[in-house]
């Protein structure tokens, strides 16, 4: 066989794959939107089996052995070239899939399926109790899922480097560290400011109108609704169908603006990302965005560094006083713009601020390697979480549900690998926004006048296109030039809120 | 291994093939609801995918193994029982699909979507020359698909045996002779009578009250919403997307108040037979309506034999008019009752009125069967078409876009097989509502109180429970007592237009 026969034979075998994974998709998607309670059980197993199914074809040997027979040809391509790329991504992709044995996927799968479904129950009536027998139990198989992947300085790396490919628990740390020593006292200059007037934003929001409003924002970012749509569900989402079906998700509520308008800022962030990638690479693993933390940075570089801009609002006040007649007249676009940016401690992370938002991601990374590692016992969870709340935000939780029992992280998948990308999209977003703004000139300007395609050409030129072919620091690195850094992500943060609070 | 070991094997493989064209009902669902003209192409390969890995498990060897060590044991259990009819109705679906090479399958299917595409671009062209040599193409290859089926009288047999198990061409003929020797002097009576006033259809009727109504009925009817929903699609349809999920979708002209509404009662037949069939024979080939026939019965029984009576109305009239403030005041309720059931020789099938709708059936089928069997040349269709229905309904099509080119079925499809169940539907959905009346008393008295519960729960036990354990001639039996007979229909529609036009 030739190295073109081989290639095609391993496309052909990748499309299957990816095929398999749209349906499961649209299945996922309909579960969560429109499909009605009765549908669960079968709903449940139909998932389950094209899951099965699209990780049976991804473990077959015959994988292995393209991968085998291509890597040298497809390396002397270039390590930059689409059949490198391929021959690397599906590599590490068909690694993993096989370093795990199938009963051990298995038995995770059950266990965490049963442990969200207690967690539905025991958050609302406040039941820690309830929970810590299955968060042991889940501690333990992320243990031994970490196990099953060798050579990391860290074993809990091999969670990380699920998540993000090249990121280690060492260079989080320390990026984690530095940003904290740039934040603690930032927050403290807020705190001793006068609080941020915000109730313009509380009052009276009809969810069409807002709906209307969301749509019209992100048209003007270029979200293609001809590839993709926006329905409503509980928790907001972006999810890929295929290619050329990009679909988000929003939630309102009616006393409340910020909620739905900014999820979907930022969802449509997530879905013009995927809606970039270069169609040459659809079918294989390379058509999606690279990592977690990358997909997060282009979430909050549309919901925060755009959207929650003075130039953003600038252009957009007017259109949104306008949706809601009467609401806004008596607020003019400053206070507008403090009320969106206010900072205040809460207990929530996903309604946090953006200064102390990271704070919240911090103690959740720390306390996950600490049951990881075992220094922290999960009957000891609540009591450290609510210490910590109070040391880093001043705040105390009332009781679990807003505490350790707050995300469903832990509880409906493993511990550890999932909360660090979240500050890590942060920190990218804003070094791709330095870059951005160096490259094009008066990109406020651009905002300012509701002009994004520039912004969205330079994302898509240096990021989106490019899905998985190269690892987030590699992605960071060429975008912008230079390593991951937190300098520019402190220097958005204390410009920007040293001109709020005036400091 | 034990037979209940070998059953279960059995039911293992069943439910997976079941669960594989669930996810494909859900794909194929949101491909006609919400999916954006993007995921077009990504969302065909999958669905051709997942029924290809339908088909693949269906016709294993190790399935043909367990039917033939099953048999005799299944058949020892009684015939009527459900191991029985798995075997049997297994080994049917088995059999039909081995019957077939994959490379033909393979083949037509290509054909067929390319003479789709090519139909919904020739017939609002009205170019019947374009869809010439495709239409021949799919008269051979339904005759190729005929003669992989053996052991029939008349070849096409196995065309009309794919869709109405047991049933022939003779039988239908015999059934349509007679048929139409019942309706011919009807449909002169009645347009020697002055023709029916039905502009009160006619109107403003805003879609929202439409959907809502509609809702309103079929919750009445029995129709459950914890185990489906109602979406809105370009074609009218029903689907079962798993157990406890079956959906169906309506389309509304707000200018015209009966294509929603009727659309919405006769879906919601098609809903609850899915919706009544025993749980306990979900995961196998018995868990789905039996025949096309029989499926259509109940949706023209609930659209037709309820929906357009006038005890139906005694109930929902005043709901309707409260609907539509101010625009059916001056109408009364047997004004109304008139209007729905207006009888007039149209063009148009779906459009077409319960008395003149079987004419529109008979010529397709004798169409079809003159293409089949070579007395009717492709090149020749549109003059027959035109010809026929001059002489069986006084109408005469000024162009092939509403006569040869009218129906989807042949240009999407095989020709044979597709049209004589809506007929045969009718035909039991009269002879099913007679032996209910017989049975349940004073049933007009029950619909015009608006209490369908007695009538559903006749249908169930006699019908909806047992899936597909039953052919349509023993449903028929054993619902009725009787053979299917045109005598009940015949009957109903001399009773009902023989008092409407004062015959």
Known sequence: M????????????????????????????????????????????QLALLSRLGHERLVEPAIGRLLDALAPWAEAQGADSDAAALVRVTRRDFDRATRVPSAFIQRLSEHTAAS???????????????????????????RELAAFYTGYANPY????????????????????????????????AIRARPETDDRCLAGDFPEPA???????????????????????????????????????????RTDNLSDGLFSTLHEAGHAMYEQGIDDGLDGTPLFTGTTSGVHESQSRLWENLVGRSLPFWRHWYAPLQAAFPGVLDDVDVNAFYRAINKVRPSLIRTEADEVTY???????????????????????????????????????????????????????????????????????SAQFFAAARRDLGDLDGQIGAGRYAPLRAWLTDRIYRHGRKFTAPEIVQRATGQPLSITPYLAYLNTKYGALYGL
Not at 221 to 250: C, E, N, S, W
Not at 381 to 403: F, T, Y
Request: aromatic share 8%; no cysteine; proline share 4%.
């Open 358 to 428: 990271n704070l919240h991601v911090m103690l959740r990374f720390d306390l996950e390697l600490a049951l990881l590692e075992g220094t922290l016992k999960v009957a000891d969870l609540p009591e450290a979480w609510r210490a910590r709340v109070q040391s880093d935000l001043g705040v105390s939780p009332p009781d679990d549900r807003d505490g350790a029992l707050q995300d469903v992280h832990w509880y409906g998948g493993i511990v550890g690998g999932a909360f660090q990308s979240y500050t890590l999209g942060n920190i990218m």
């Open 157 to 188: 790396d091999a969670l990380i480097d699920l998540a993000e490919d090249g990121m280690t628990v060492a260079t989080v740390r320390a990026l984690f560290t530095e940003l904290r020593a740039g934040l603690v006292p930032l927050i403290a």
């Open 2 to 45: 030739t190295h073109e026969a081989q290639l095609a034979e391993l496309k052909l075998r990748l499309r299957e794959i990816s095929d398999l994974r749209g349906a499961e998709a649209v299945l996922g998607w309909d579960q969560a939107t429109y499909m009605p309670p009765g549908g669960a059980e079968a709903r449940g197993r």
């Open 210 to 252: 807002q709906q209307a409003f969301g749509e019209q924002a992100i048209r003007a970012f270029g979200y293609d609704y001809t590839r993709g749509r926006q329905d409503k569900t509980a928790h907001p989402f972006m999810t890929k169908l295929g290619r050329g079906d990009v679909r988000i998700t929003t939630r309102y």
């Open 116 to 142: 969200y479904h207690a967690w539905e129950r025991a958050r609302p009536a406040n039941d820690f109790a309830a929970m810590r027998p299955l968060l042991e139990k889940t501690v333990e198989l992320s």
